[in-house]
């Protein structure tokens, strides 16, 4: 009989419900797209902003700025939006842990309306400082959202679903840098005029989540390993799967629950010290610092630099990068709906190996380009297919995978961690970069080049495939790297009594 239950359970298991669908896109297009409408919206109007800036520092010091000065203040503008992600991925333990993965989503919607509002009358105001301020408020909501929305879905969402829904927010990212990039046309917003209003359209999206997320589920497996509350997850999993009996789920999350020496949350310390997750620690630094050092930001910032110097007119050029944003778009949608019947490991390695050849393209491309003019459309082609085979694997499996490889206690540090260094990473390139390329030239996308071979390296060596396997399983499969064993990972002598039909904890002779 239990066997036709849990036969039962994996049958309607393997169906996308609606609801998890809505919340899917929910949870990304109020905040994962934010993050990437917040990378590509200052570019479009950084004349008027430094135009406010000059015309603002007259008025009330009746002193005009240099252009040096002006640039360091556009260059805070659009850093200090790392610096508050930063700082928001070092809160995310504590909120997730406190408020739970839904609601730390829905309650962390207030900074999104405070720092839209700052920039949205920054101009009325007359003060620069509300862009800048306004800006590192919602890079703390991009530091917060950026770990806990794929946490959340990765634990709302079936095992042989997890990959495809953990891949929705990277789609999010793609179509936030699109639609900043299409509504700063110069047909659009992107006029003098409405530059505060571009970069605070971020409530309507924001609006649309703290509306309707709240009348969603938590997360059934933080209700029922840290809350103990077995109804609740019950009612959570009746929400979010088809039809069907959901015992051999409560049965899976509670082997996890018994497998945990406390169902407290561990510090990111302990997660540090732990040598049972010493390798699954060492692959997420690994993944989030290669993510972000693989030269994709490099890219963007100087998108319309390498186009200028293919040979596109200047009045072309917005309508050419909106064209890279589109294949960001397209490429994301593509490793979403490919990533369960391929799995994570050939997306990653896939596209850090795409990624590394195509860097070293625009080395050969930029040091030929006077002497073969093609050359310049081959650098083109380099940038499109760097954005695409980032966007197909490396843009988003990074987060997912971050959450299968930690079980419940370990994932807020883990998602600490990771953030924290994605974050440091994002702001160290775009500081050092420029730099680098007067020290080194076109060379220095070899750097970038060496990186991306190293990350398909290492993800081919160490890091298994997670497709179709709980976190459990997972666990396990890490045990032997750590020099853990079995029964470290789980209590064998704790079983399951049943209660009201569903799995409660118990100690069986």
């Given at each position: 009989m239990a066997e036709e239950l849990i036969l039962e359970n994996d049958a309607s298991d393997k169906k996308l419900t609606n609801s998890l669908l809505a919340v899917a896109f929910l949870a990304s297009f109020g905040?994962?797209?934010?993050?990437?409408?917040?990378?590509?919206v200052v570019n479009s109007p950084a004349e008027y902003i430094k135009a406010f800036y000059n015309e603002t520092m007259l008025e009330s010091y009746d002193w005009s700025p240099d252009e040096e000065l002006l640039t360091v203040l556009y260059s805070l503008t659009v850093s200090i939006f790392a610096i508050g992600g930063m700082t928001g991925a070092l809160m995310v333990g504590r909120l997730v842990t406190k408020y739970g993965r839904k609601g730390t989503l829905v309650r962390t919607t207030v900074l999104v309306f405070i720092g839209a509002g700052l920039m949205g009358f920054s101009r009325w105001c007359r003060m620069p400082a509300m862009v800048i301020v306004g800006r590192f408020i919602t890079g703390i909501h991009s530091g917060i959202s950026l770990s806990v929305v794929p946490m959340y879905l990765g634990e709302i969402a079936p095992k042989n679903m997890r990959g495809f829904l953990g891949l929705v927010p990277s789609i999010h990212i793609c179509l936030g840098v699109f639609m900043a990039q299409v509504l700063g046309l110069s047909e659009l917003l992107g006029k003098e005029e409405y530059w505060p209003l571009l970069l605070s359209l971020v409530v309507f999206p924001t609006a649309v989540q703290l509306m309707l997320l709240p009348w969603f589920p938590e997360s059934p497996r933080y209700l029922l390993i840290e809350k103990g509350d077995v109804h609740a997850t019950i009612e959570a999993l009746k929400w979010f799967r088809t039809k069907g009996n959901i015992q051999a789920e409560v049965e899976e999350m509670q082997e996890e629950q018994r497998s945990l020496s406390s169902v407290s949350t561990v510090t990111v310390r302990g997660l540090l010290m732990d040598r049972c997750v010493r390798w699954q620690v060492i692959t997420i630094v690994v993944v989030n610092i290669g993510m972000q050092l693989s030269g994709i930001d490099a890219i963007w910032f100087y998108t319309n630099e390498i186009f200028k110097n293919a040979g596109i007119l200047e009045p072309d050029i917005q309508y050419t990068t909106v064209g890279t944003g589109a294949i960001e778009v397209i490429s994301g949608m593509l490793g979403c709906f490919t990533i369960e019947r391929l799995g994570r490991r050939p997306l990653m390695i896939g596209g850090f190996l795409f990624m590394g050849v195509c860097c070293a393209g625009i080395t050969v491309s930029v040091l030929f380009q006077e002497s073969m003019p093609f050359?310049?459309?081959?650098?083109?082609?380099?940038?499109?297919?760097?954005?695409?085979?980032?966007?197909?694997?490396?843009?988003?499996?990074?987060?997912?995978?971050?959450?299968?490889?930690?079980?419940?206690?370990?994932?807020?540090?883990?998602?600490?961690?990771?953030?924290?260094?994605?974050?440091?990473?994002?702001?160290?390139?775009?500081?050092?970069?420029?730099?680098?390329?007067?020290?080194?030239?076109?060379?220095?996308?070899?750097?970038?080049?060496?990186?991306?071979m190293g990350v398909a390296v290492y993800t081919i060596f160490i890091i298994p495939e997670t497709k179709d396997k709980t976190f459990m399983e997972i666990s396990?499969?890490?045990?032997?790297?750590?020099?853990?064993?079995?029964?470290e990972l789980s209590n064998s002598q704790l079983k399951m009594a049943l209660m009201n039909g569903y799995g409660t904890l118990g100690h069986h002779d």
């Open positions: 905040s994962s797209m934010l993050y990437g409408y917040n990378l590509a050359m310049r459309y081959i650098s083109v082609g380099c940038v499109v297919g760097i954005i695409a085979g980032f966007c197909i694997g490396p843009a988003g499996v990074p987060f997912l995978i971050t959450a299968e490889l930690f079980k419940q206690s370990h994932r807020p540090a883990a998602y600490t961690v990771a953030g924290c260094l994605n974050w440091l990473s994002n702001f160290t390139i775009g500081f050092v970069f420029p730099f680098l390329e007067q020290a080194t030239g076109p060379f220095c996308y070899l750097i970038f080049c060496a990186i991306c396990k499969m890490f045990a032997a790297r750590n020099n853990v064993l079995e029964d």
